[in-house]
């Protein structure tokens, strides 16, 4: 019985290190003031995409495009900071880049901000860097986080 279970506990691991490892994708930063596209697997979203499976909406902000640059900047640096495992690997003037990376298998994942000049939004990214898909993990880190800027 103990055999019998291990092996189904061993086979699930498996599949699911299958399921999620690949090649690591640098597909990060900004091209002609655009994050650049989510691929075809299901662990990204973008609010420049325009599927609805990997469409998320762009971060909201009162006040003219220079307050934003700075004050809500400064305020998603912080949520950035005081979130576990997580760091600011690039601060721009209209560009944050960051890496979360899980707590078991430590998954790596790039969450980018761009600073519309042209309209009051944050435009945001969040993608596993390997793998194909992440159960929804991009998607919730956007969520809390625009919770936590919102707040």
Do not use: W
């Amino acid at each position: 019985m103990k055999i019998v279970t291990r092996g189904i506990i061993y086979s699930v691991l498996a599949g699911f290190i299958v399921f999620t490892v690949g090649c690591k994708s640098p597909n990060i930063g900004l091209v002609n003031n655009v994050l650049k596209p989510c691929p075809d697997s299901p662990n990204c979203v973008s609010s420049m995409a325009e599927d609805p499976s990997h469409h998320v909406a762009p971060f909201q902000y009162n006040g003219t495009a220079d307050d934003a640059k700075k004050n809500a900047k400064k305020k998603l640096i912080s949520i950035i900071e005081s979130t576990k495992r997580a760091r600011v690997i690039t601060s721009e003037e209209n560009y944050i880049h960051a890496e979360f990376t899980s707590l078991i298998f430590r998954f790596v994942d790039d969450v980018e901000f761009y600073f519309d000049d042209h309209a009051p939004v944050i435009h945001v990214r969040s993608a596993s860097q390997v793998g194909y898909s992440d159960f929804g993990a991009n998607r919730k880190r956007i969520e809390k986080i625009r919770q936590e800027f919102n707040h």
